[in-house]
């Protein structure tokens, strides 16, 4: 069977998406619509966009809404933008007070164009949402900064709660998959983070079903071990258009399973794993759970 009629065939059971358009999901897009604010539920289209805005959580993209790279798995504009927003923190922090949110993920599109990536804009909107919300945990899920050293340093010393940053595939695969992105440079992205900071957890992200063999997923987990990245989240590829890289293969949620274990064997402090799994799905969740398995760790030592 070839690779084009396997991305023909119907998404299996256990791909199935809930429809909740309620009053919180209604709140939600009125609010990114008023502040003129992007999410990566949307641009990206996140599968997860009903159960996620239906509980009043969404994770906020800026610095725009066209990306400077074409990633041949990512349903996000690309083009050259045209302007960089810098009243976006504010109106950023805004949303997420309006939301009352405990946890905020903040993402962008890659920025290529700008000299620091715009990692300034980054800080600048951890340090708001700080300001409106002291109780609020705020992860990071930023660009590799083209390997810019000085760009990763400007993020973490804003203090994010969390610095995440996907390699997306296994090393094979990522040339293929990823457009300028590099996976040693992803990992040494992540080597330096915590190297920075080393009590700032880290976290990446794996899509499965884009033509990756079981081994090279575990040889992925442990290249991330290997740079004491903490948190892993592994999910299904879903083809967004005819355009994009077909689906290989839909992985069933037994063998999500497995690969939880596997991870967690290899002392990832949380493993989030499912077919409908995206980087920011369930975050908090995955703060807390990451956090007491730490405590756990020490208390055994």
């Not at 998406?17 to 619509?33: A, C, F, P, S, V």
């Not at 976006?88 to 620091?116: F, Q």
Request: proline content about 5%; some cysteine.
């Amino acid at each position: 069977m070839t690779r084009k009629e396997t991305a023909k065939q119907p998404k299996p059971d256990w791909i199935r998406i809930k429809l909740t358009t309620g009053e919180n999901y209604q709140d939600i897009k009125g609010m990114m619509r008023s502040k003129t604010l992007h999410t990566v539920c949307e641009e990206a289209r996140c599968p997860n966009i009903y159960e996620c805005w239906a509980n009043r959580t969404a994770t906020f993209m800026i610095l725009g809404d066209i990306c400077t790279r074409a990633c041949r798995f990512c349903a996000v504009n690309t083009g050259m933008p045209t302007e960089l927003d810098l009243q976006e923190p504010e109106r950023v922090a805004e949303a997420a007070e309006g939301m009352n949110l405990r946890h905020c993920v903040v993402t962008s599109v890659a920025r290529d164009d700008l000299k620091d990536g715009g990692a300034k804009i980054f800080a600048e909107t951890v340090a708001a949402i700080r300001r409106r919300l002291p109780l609020c945990s705020v992860e990071v899920l930023i660009p590799d900064f083209l390997g810019d050293r000085g760009s990763l340093q400007i993020v973490m010393d804003s203090n994010p709660d969390i610095l995440n940053h996907n390699i997306e595939t296994v090393e094979r695969m990522s040339d293929r998959v990823r457009a300028k992105a590099k996976y040693r440079r992803s990992l040494e992205l992540l080597r330096q983070a915590k190297e920075m900071k080393p009590t700032i957890p880290t976290k990446s992200s794996i899509m499965l079903g884009v033509g990756e063999e079981w081994d090279e997923i575990l040889q992925a987990m442990d290249d991330l071990r290997a740079v004491d990245c903490d948190i892993l989240t592994l999910g299904q590829y879903l083809q967004p258009s005819p355009q994009h890289l077909d689906v290989v293969k839909y992985y069933p949620p037994e063998e999500f399973a497995r690969l939880k274990e596997e991870g967690l064997k290899r002392g990832f402090s949380h493993v989030e794993a499912g077919p409908l799994v995206r980087s920011s799905y369930h975050a908090h969740e995955q703060v807390q759970s990451a956090e007491k398995t730490r405590e756990e760790r020490l208390a055994a030592n």
